[in-house]
């Protein structure tokens, strides 16, 4: 516990005199490692007093008790003290001495400041890393996005191109009714294979929860052919169809494409977007 400033002044003068022994010395000598510039300077105060007194005070007689205790304290000043590795330290470093004390505290805050400076800028140099790295991963994400749409697209084309070179193909216009009129589509398909592509254009984007469904209509009644969903309308998209429902092309009526729930439905309820007759 640090000693108040009351009782450290009251403790000083006897100090400065030697007249301190036992517990109040221990608890002074304590308290003087942790004392402040003042307190130091009032120690200081009072040892030069106390070196002035022989000059100063009358002569007298000292008790015997007295006579005993400065004898005492005589024969222990002779007795060199062993000088602790802090107080050694302090010593080489000169923070005994005022001067270079601060020089080497301002040293210090200086040293203390560039290290705050220099860490402010290592984390701004590593923030914009981050940032940049974000945005090189969201261009490749882009990227590889675009690849994977144009691999998609070739495998399409590709299907198609196996179509076309069947010995015997089969083709169907479909028109854009009267919600989409600039609608346009085409139905390729193998009779031998019985596998179909199907071809749109201009055809609005559906909704989260719709899909386009083709039917083929035979006998005058639809028969669902598969669902697709269009999300640019601008572009021309390629669906295939593995197992056309029916591929003589005098059992078919027509082929048409009506907008419907998500996943499709058994019989249409949506209203139609693309018709298309064959031509015997």
Request: with cysteine; charged share 25%.
């Amino acid at each position: 516990m640090a000693m108040d400033r009351e009782k450290f002044e009251e403790l000083c003068a006897a100090y400065a005199l030697g007249a301190l022994e036992g517990e109040e010395l221990r608890e002074f000598e304590s308290a003087l490692r942790t004392a402040d510039d003042d307190m130091k300077r009032l120690l200081f105060e009072f040892q030069r007093v106390a070196l002035h007194l022989p000059v100063v005070a009358q002569e007298a007689t000292p008790s015997p008790r007295i006579k005993q205790r400065i004898l005492e304290r005589i024969h222990s000043d002779t007795v060199p003290q062993p000088q602790s590795m802090f107080s050694k330290l302090v010593s080489l470093l000169g923070f005994d001495n005022p001067r270079i004390g601060f020089a080497i505290s301002f040293a210090l805050i200086i040293v203390t400041m560039g290290i705050g400076y220099y860490a402010f800028l290592l984390r701004n140099a590593i923030h914009e890393r981050d940032q940049r790295i974000a945005v090189i991963q969201q261009e490749l994400s882009q990227q590889q996005q675009h690849f994977t749409v144009l691999q998609t697209e070739l495998i399409r084309k590709e299907e198609l191109l196996k179509v076309l070179q069947s010995p015997r193909i089969e083709v169907v216009i479909m028109n854009g009714k009267e919600i989409n009129p600039s609608g346009y589509g085409k139905i390729i398909w193998d009779p031998i294979k019985k596998s179909a592509i199907l071809q749109i254009s201009n055809l609005p984007a559906v909704p989260k929860d719709k899909d386009y469904q083709l039917w083929v209509i035979k006998d005058q009644k639809p028969i669902s052919a598969g669902v697709f969903t269009v999300n640019d309308p601008l572009t021309e998209t390629l669906f295939k169809i593995e197992q056309l429902v029916e591929t003589d092309k005098k059992s078919i009526n027509a082929f048409a494409i009506t907008l419907e729930p998500k996943g499709g439905v058994p019989q249409p309820t949506g209203q139609m977007y693309l018709l298309g007759t064959p031509t015997l």
